[in-house]
């Protein structure tokens, strides 16, 4: 049981680093992450984050054999999906910064149908220009 919290915890967490944008400004990145590894499962959620910056970046990679469905949610009001991809097997998405409204999102990756299982990971960054 405490191996199965300590793997939990592993992904429940949010990491911030600061260092310095290629345009010369200094930004803050937040970032949550999510291993969707048991396929029977529909999907697997991450922590949630604060995006107050404005700026967010999605990266995720499929390791499974079928399709796999990345989506942002947000927490404004109530759980909603705001943007989503999907990913060819043995493909990785990165989409580059983009804007995104301030608020608390998490990110969740799962199987894009439910009668073909697969397997992948996804991190959310949350940016901010300082």
Do not use: H
Not at 13 to 26: D, H, M, R, T
Not at 97 to 111: H, K, M, N, P, Q
């Amino acid at each position: 049981m405490k191996s199965m919290k300590k793997d939990y915890d592993q992904f429940n967490k949010e990491e911030i680093n600061k260092e310095v944008s290629a345009q010369g400004l200094p930004k803050e990145t937040n970032s949550v992450s999510v291993n969707y590894d048991s396929p029977l499962a529909g999907y697997m959620q991450s922590a949630r984050i604060d995006i107050l910056g404005g700026v967010a970046k999605v990266t995720a990679t499929n390791t499974g054999n079928n399709d796999l469905k990345v989506s942002i949610l947000s927490y404004k009001f109530a759980m909603k999906v705001v943007k989503s991809w999907t990913v060819k097997p043995g493909a990785t998405l990165n989409t580059g910064e983009f804007s995104i409204t301030g608020d608390t999102y998490a990110l969740r990756v799962g199987r894009a149908s439910d009668s073909y299982p697969t397997t992948g990971r996804g991190t959310l960054y949350g940016i901010t220009y300082l």
